[in-house]
C-alpha cells in the first residue's frame, strides 16, 4: 500500500517524528513523507510514534487509494492538529456561504442535479463522459463522440436558475424523497409552471450565449444545441390556431427569466455557468489525462451581439427535411439527422444511466476512475448466440452434406461478411433460403443480439414460425415484439414478455414502427443505443419505399448504420431491392448487392387477361370463380372481400386481409399458413387476399392471379406460386389490368389507389416493360424473370417514372415530419394512471386510426342478416378493431359521415355518455368521440343493432359499415352501400 504522512508537530517533537518518518518513508516534502509500505511496517511506524509522542506530537496518515482519493488510517498525538479526514485546516473565510437560496446556506457544490442530490458538477461531468464513451463505442469516431461530451457537460447547465434550485429544496425537504428514483422524463419544475422555462430551453440558452468552445466542423454544434434541447420531449403550453404546439424562442425563455427572477440574479446565474465549467474541467482533470474530457470555461458576461440575434434564434427542429428536386439530395437531410440522433440517445441514456445511481455511488465511480463500468451497462453481452446458430447451421451439413444450394447460401453469407461492406445487401429470388443465409452472416460478424424488422405483423409472424421450427432455433430466447404481440419463446415454451423486458430476447423479430420509436419518441429513445450495438436484419424492407415517412426514417436507421463505419451489422434483405432506391436515397453501392440464384426450376406463363372495364363487376377476373389451389391476390381488402361473397358457395375459399378484428386475424393467419404451407393440409382449395399475403409467408399455390401493381409487388405475390418448386408443367401467372389503366389513363379504382400508393408510374412503366418481354418469351424460369426485373431498373425511361413516384412520396414524408407529427411531446397530467387497455397513439405514420365498433351482418349463411348482436365485447381487449378517421368521416364527404351520426345519436344510448366523458348536450362534438376513442373501450359506433336502432330510433346510415360474417368465415368490416349495390349474384 502506498501511504503519505503529514506532520504538524511543534518544538522538540518535530525532529523526533523527523527521525522516524526519514526511516521508513521518502520526505517529500517538509513536513510530507510519502511511501509503498506493508500493513506490519505501517503498524511498526505507529507504534514508533507513539513511543516517543508528547503534546506538541501531530501526525497523519493516509492511504492513497487513487489518484483523486485517499483514506485516514490513524493520527498520533493532537487530532485537533487536523479535521475529521485528516485534512490540515490552511485557511478561512466569513464568506463561505456564497449564496442564499430558499432561506438556507448554500455555496456553489450544493447546486443538485435531481432528488438523489448528486452534485451538479459531478452529474454534469458523469454524463458527458458516459455519452462520450457511449459514441465512441457505437460509432469509433472521435468528432461525434467529443460533441457527446460537450453535450453531456451542458445538458443540464440550465440546473443552476433560481426556480429550479428553489423547488428542488423544497422537495429535498420533503420525507423520502431521497429514496425516490428520477423519473425518465427528467426532473423538471412543477408542471403548473407551464409559462416558465423547462432546464433544457435554459440549458439552451444558456449555451448559446456563454460557451466559448471550439467545434471539429461547423455541424457538430448544432447537434449539441439538437441534443441539449430534445434530451427531454416538448412541454405541452396549448395549441396554436394553425394546430401547432406552443413553443417558446430563445428570445421568450430569455425573457421569461428576467420577469420572473431579475437582470441581477440572471446575471449571478452566467456567473455560476463559468464556476461550473471550471468544476467540470477540474472533475476531469482528476478524473483522466485524456484532453478530450475538457470544456472551453464558459463567458463571465453576454455578449452583446448574442443578445441581439436571440431575437431570431430559433430553436432546433427534432426532424429537419426540405422538399428536393431529385432523389439524391436527400441524403445530406437523412445524414445530418442520423447524427442527431446518435448524439441525442447516448446524452440521453448517459442521463438515465448516471441519474439511477446515489450520490455516494456518483462519487465512488468518480474517485475510483469506474465510469466506463457505467456506460458498460447500456451495452450488449455475448450469451452464446452464436454458438446456437452455428450449431444449427451444422445440422444442415450434416443433413444434406453435397447440397450445392448449402455451398452457395454459404458464399453468399461470406461476400455480405466482408469487412469492407458497412451494409449488406441481399437479394435473392423468394425459396433461396435467404433467411438461413442471414443467420450464417450473422455468425460470420460475431453476432451477439439480433434484431429482425419487418414491415408489418404478418411478416413478423411468418419469420417467427420459421425461427422457432425444429429446423432452425427451437432453444435460442427468440422474442415477437410488436404492437399486437409481446411474447418470449424458448424450448418449445412461450410466455408473455414481462412489462420493461421487451427486447431481451436474443433474437427480436419486431416491426419498423417499434424500430422507429427509438428516434421519433422521448420514451424510447435509449433503445437506439441498443439498435446500434445490436446485428439488424431489415426484412422486405422494399415495402417501405413508396410509404410516406417510412422511406425517410428508414433511411435514417441506415445511415446510423453507416455512421459506425467499418462494423458490419447491417443487413437489407428482399427479393425486390429495388436498386434505385438503394443507390439514390440510402445511398449504397450497388456492386455491394450480393445475389444468390434460385433453386426453384420451375417454369412460368405469364398471363394478361384482356383489359376489361372495372364498372362491369359480372366480366371483372378477380370476381370470377377460380380453380382450386389459386390464389387471388389484390390491391385492397374491399377486392378481395367482394370477390370471396360472391364465390363463397362455389368455392372453398379463405379470406385474408387487414380489416378483422384482432381475434380473427390470428385464428384466419393460422388457418392460411396451415393450409397452403409446404405439405399443409389443403383444407381449402382457393385463397382470395390482400397485399398482407405477399410476402415472407411461406405458403404456395399451384396458380395465381394478382392485380396490376408495380415490380415489387408483381415479383412478391409471384414468390408464392409454385415457392417449393414441385410442379412439373408451368405455373400460370395472370395479371389483371383494368382497360383504363392499360390504355395509359389514370381513371378508376385501380389507378387511384396505385396514385395514393405513390406507384402509379412505375406500375405503368413495369406493366410495358413486362408485356414486350413476355411478346418475345410467354414461359420463362425464376431467374430470366428476375433478370428482367434487373433489367427494368436499368432502363433511363423507367427510371425516370421510378423517381416520379419517389419523390412524390418523399414530398409526402417531408409534408408529414415538418407538420410536427413527429415531435415528442410532453403533457401536463399529475394524476396520470397506468392504463392496461389498448391505447392508440396521437399521432402514426400509419395513418390516423380509431378503436371502432360495429353490428354483425350475415351474409350468404342462412342466420339471422342482422342479429342483436356486436363485432366484440368492448371489455375483450383481444377482440378490438381500429379503422381510419378518414374512413369513418366519409372522406370528406358529408353524407357518408359516420361520426357525425354517432354524435347526434350515440348518446340516447343508456349508459354510454358518461363512458364517452360526455356529460351534456352541449359537450356532444365530434372531437370528444375522436378523442375517446383513442382507447378500446369506448369505441365509435359505425353501425347498430337491430335493439339500439329501436331505442334510437333511427333507420341504418345508409354508408354504415358493419361487420360482415359470411358461410364459413368472417368477411370483416365492411360498408353497407359495398353490399347492396354489389349483384345480387353475391348473395345468393
Not at 443480439?449 to 425461427?467: E, N, Y
Not at 405439405?679 to 397485399?691: E, H, N, Q, S
Not at 339500439?948 to 368465415?969: M, N, S, W
Request: glycine share 4%; proline share 3%; net charge neutral.
Amino acid at each position: 500500500m502506498m501511504v503519505t504522512f503529514i506532520c504538524e508537530c511543534e518544538k522538540k517533537a518535530l525532529n523526533r517524528t523527523r527521525r522516524v518518518l526519514d526511516a521508513f518513508a521518502n520526505r517529500i516534502g517538509s513536513r510530507t513523507w510519502q511511501t509503498v509500505i506493508t500493513e506490519e511496517g505501517l503498524q511498526a511506524v505507529k507504534k514508533l510514534l507513539r513511543k516517543s509522542a508528547t503534546k506538541n506530537t501531530a501526525v497523519a496518515c493516509h492511504w492513497i487509494r487513487s489518484r483523486s482519493r485517499s483514506e485516514l488510517q490513524w493520527v498520533v498525538g493532537n487530532q485537533y492538529k487536523f479535521n475529521d479526514q485528516g485534512i490540515v485546516p490552511v485557511n478561512y473565510t466569513n464568506q463561505l456561504n456564497v449564496l442564499k437560496m430558499d432561506e438556507l446556506d448554500v455555496n456553489i457544490e450544493e447546486y443538485f442535479a435531481n432528488t438523489k442530490k448528486q452534485p451538479l458538477a459531478q452529474h454534469l461531468f458523469a454524463v458527458g463522459y458516459v455519452a462520450y464513451k457511449l459514441c465512441l463505442q457505437l460509432t469509433n469516431n472521435e468528432t461525434m463522440a467529443k460533441t457527446a461530451f460537450i453535450t453531456g457537460c451542458w445538458h443540464d447547465m440550465g440546473k443552476v436558475d433560481d426556480v429550479f434550485a428553489d423547488w428542488l429544496i423544497k422537495e429535498l425537504k420533503k420525507k423520502g424523497i431521497l429514496n425516490q428514483e428520477v423519473p425518465e422524463s427528467g426532473q423538471h419544475v412543477d408542471s403548473k409552471a407551464k409559462n416558465y422555462p423547462r432546464h433544457n430551453e435554459i440549458s439552451l440558452l444558456l449555451f448559446y450565449l456563454l460557451n466559448k468552445q471550439t467545434f471539429a466542423n461547423s455541424q457538430s454544434k448544432k447537434y449539441t444545441e439538437h441534443a441539449i434541447y430534445w434530451h427531454h420531449d416538448k412541454w405541452f403550453r396549448g395549441v396554436e390556431k394553425n394546430g401547432d404546439y406552443i413553443s417558446f424562442s430563445l428570445d421568450m425563455v430569455y425573457n421569461k427569466m428576467i420577469e420572473k427572477v431579475g437582470v441581477d440574479k440572471f446575471n449571478t446565474l452566467l456567473q455560476l455557468v463559468r464556476t461550473l465549467t471550471q468544476q467540470i474541467n477540474i472533475i476531469a482533470e482528476n478524473y483522466s489525462e485524456d484532453d478530450n474530457l475538457l470544456i472551453n470555461h464558459a463567458n463571465s458576461n453576454i455578449d452583446e451581439d448574442k443578445l441581439a440575434e436571440i431575437e431570431d434564434a430559433h430553436l432546433p427542429k427534432y426532424k429537419k427535411y426540405t422538399t428536393k428536386l431529385n432523389v439524391e439530395a436527400y441524403q445530406d437531410n437523412i445524414l445530418e439527422n442520423a447524427k442527431c440522433n446518435i448524439v441525442r440517445t447516448v446524452v440521453v441514456t448517459a442521463d438515465r444511466l448516471v441519474s439511477s445511481l446515489s450520490a455516494d455511488q456518483l462519487t465512488a465511480h468518480l474517485e475510483e476512475q469506474t465510469l466506463d463500468a457505467v456506460a458498460e451497462t447500456a451495452l450488449l453481452n455475448d450469451r452464446g448466440l452464436t454458438v446456437a446458430i452455428s450449431h444449427c447451421l451444422e445440422q444442415f451439413n450434416i443433413k444434406y452434406p453435397d447440397s450445392d444450394r448449402n455451398k452457395q447460401q454459404t458464399q453468399a453469407a461470406l461476400e455480405l461478411s466482408d469487412d469492407e461492406v458497412m451494409i449488406g445487401v441481399l437479394k435473392g429470388p423468394a425459396g433461396c433460403g435467404k433467411t438461413k443465409i442471414a443467420l450464417e452472416w450473422a455468425v460470420n460478424t460475431y453476432a451477439r443480439k439480433i434484431i429482425w424488422v419487418c414491415p408489418r405483423v404478418q411478416v413478423c409472424q411468418g419469420m417467427l414460425t420459421d425461427l422457432t421450427s425444429k429446423e432452425y432455433l427451437p432453444e435460442t430466447k427468440i422474442e415477437i415484439c410488436t404492437g399486437e404481440f409481446k411474447t418470449l419463446y424458448q424450448y418449445g415454451k412461450s410466455i408473455t414478455t414481462p412489462d420493461n423486458q421487451e427486447f431481451s430476447g436474443d433474437i427480436v423479430i419486431t416491426t419498423i414502427d417499434q424500430i422507429l420509436n427509438t428516434i421519433t419518441t422521448h420514451r424510447k429513445v435509449t433503445g437506439l443505443v441498443q439498435y446500434m450495438n445490436a446485428h439488424v436484419v431489415f426484412d422486405e424492407y422494399h415495402e417501405y419505399i413508396n410509404m410516406p415517412g417510412f422511406n425517410l426514417l428508414f433511411a435514417e436507421l441506415v445511415a446510423c448504420k453507416r455512421l459506425q463505419e467499418r462494423k458490419n451489422n447491417c443487413l437489407l434483405v428482399s427479393a425486390t431491392p429495388n436498386p434505385y432506391f438503394v443507390k439514390e436515397l440510402l445511398g449504397l453501392n450497388q456492386d455491394d448487392m450480393v445475389g444468390i440464384e434460385s433453386f426453384n426450376r420451375s417454369q412460368y406463363k405469364i398471363e394478361f387477361v384482356p383489359p376489361f372495364d372495372e364498372g362491369d363487376e359480372a366480366n371483372n377476373p378477380l370476381y370470377q370463380t377460380q380453380p382450386d389451389n389459386t390464389f387471388i391476390i389484390s390491391n385492397t381488402a374491399i377486392t378481395a372481400q367482394r370477390g370471396f361473397i360472391r364465390n363463397q358457395a362455389k368455392e372453398k375459399a379463405l379470406l385474408f386481409h387487414s380489416k378483422y378484428k384482432k381475434l380473427d386475424k390470428e385464428v384466419l393467419f393460422k388457418k392460411v399458413f396451415e393450409t397452403f404451407k409446404y405439405r399443409g393440409t389443403k383444407d381449402y382449395a382457393v385463397l382470395r387476399a390482400g397485399p398482407i399475403v405477399q410476402a415472407s409467408l411461406n405458403i404456395s399455390c399451384d396458380r395465381m392471379m394478382t392485380e396490376i401493381t408495380h415490380a415489387e409487388n408483381w415479383l412478391q405475390r409471384l414468390g408464392r406460386l409454385d415457392r417449393f418448386g414441385e410442379n412439373s408443367d408451368p405455373n400460370v401467372y395472370i395479371t389483371a389490368v383494368p382497360e383504363s389503366l392499360a390504355n395509359g389513363k389514370q381513371s378508376g379504382a385501380c389507378a387511384r389507389f396505385l396514385n395514393q400508393s405513390n406507384c402509379l408510374q412505375s406500375t405503368k412503366a413495369w406493366h410495358s416493360f413486362l408485356v414486350d418481354k413476355i411478346t418475345e418469351k410467354p414461359i420463362m424460369s425464376i431467374a430470366e424473370i428476375y433478370q428482367i426485373y434487373q433489367d427494368f431498373y436499368d432502363d433511363p425511361v423507367v427510371q425516370k417514372a421510378v423517381e416520379q413516384d419517389m419523390l412524390a412520396a418523399l414530398k409526402k414524408s417531408v409534408d408529414l415530419i415538418n407538420a410536427k407529427i413527429m415531435d415528442p411531446v410532453a403533457f401536463p397530467n399529475k394524476n396520470k394512471t397506468k392504463v392496461d387497455k389498448p391505447k392508440i397513439k396521437k399521432n402514426s405514420l400509419r395513418g390516423e386510426n380509431r378503436f371502432v365498433q360495429m353490428a354483425v351482418w350475415n351474409i350468404g349463411n342462412g342466420k339471422e342478416e342482422f342479429p342483436n348482436e356486436y363485432a366484440y365485447d368492448e371489455a375483450d381487449t383481444q377482440g378490438h378493431l381500429t379503422l381510419e378517421v378518414k374512413t369513418i368521416c366519409g372522406n370528406d364527404d358529408s353524407e357518408k359521415d359516420l361520426l357525425a351520426f354517432m354524435t347526434k345519436k350515440h348518446h340516447n344510448i343508456n349508459d354510454n355518455a358518461e363512458k364517452y366523458g360526455v356529460t351534456d348536450r352541449t359537450k356532444y362534438k365530434d372531437k370528444i368521440y375522436l378523442s375517446s376513442s383513442k382507447v378500446s373501450e369506448t369505441p365509435i359506433y359505425l353501425s347498430y343493432i337491430p335493439a339500439d336502432l329501436k331505442q334510437l330510433e333511427t333507420r341504418p346510415h345508409p354508408y354504415a359499415i358493419y361487420y360482415a360474417v359470411g358461410k364459413f368465415q368472417p368477411i370483416g368490416a365492411l360498408s353497407r352501400d359495398q353490399i347492396t349495390t354489389f349483384n345480387e349474384l353475391a348473395l345468393e
